[in-house]
């Protein structure tokens, strides 16, 4: 299937120069001349090698075809992440090499979808946004003049944001997955 080089996510497989790679990395660029494009970060799935490549708006790149299996996210014993699927129940390892920085963004429940290729997991499509607990932040002091530009947070993962100064241990937030930023304070 053709899609629009506008359209890749991270996670997604696509063909590219007759082999399989998986979007590690996205970034839109609007130069002052010229048209706009993705520059993109990619892994080939079988050799592990990295590439970074630059699509204009109107290239149109072939994504893999892969089945879909929707599963959730459990835990991780050590020695890799373990995936239930939610149909059949059966259960999934995938190690850090099969995740990379997604594995920040997984939170035990969390629903993603793992693509199989000849019946092998090769990524996985994380939820757009995800609601994570913030368990170590700076305190505000009262009076301190407000800027926007916020302050560091860790969350429960281990991942690090900025958050707005008005976030506080123990809230909860709403986090970009392919941006890896702060959306808003969820309840």
Known sequence: MKISAFEIRI??????????WRVLKKNHVKPGKGGAFVQVEMKEISQGTKLNERFRSDDKLE????????MQFLYNDGSGFIFMDTETFDQTTLSDEHLGDQAQYLMPNTEVQINYHNDNPIGVELPLSVIME????????KGQTASGSGKPAKLDTGLRVTVPTFVNIGDKVKINTETGEYVERAS
Not at 134 to 141: L, P, R, S, Y
């Open 134 to 141: 913030v368990v170590d932040t700076e305190a505000v002091i």
């Open 11 to 20: 996670g997604n497989l696509i063909e590219h120069q007759s082999k399989l």
């Open 63 to 70: 994504k893999a075809h892969v089945e879909p299996r929707q």
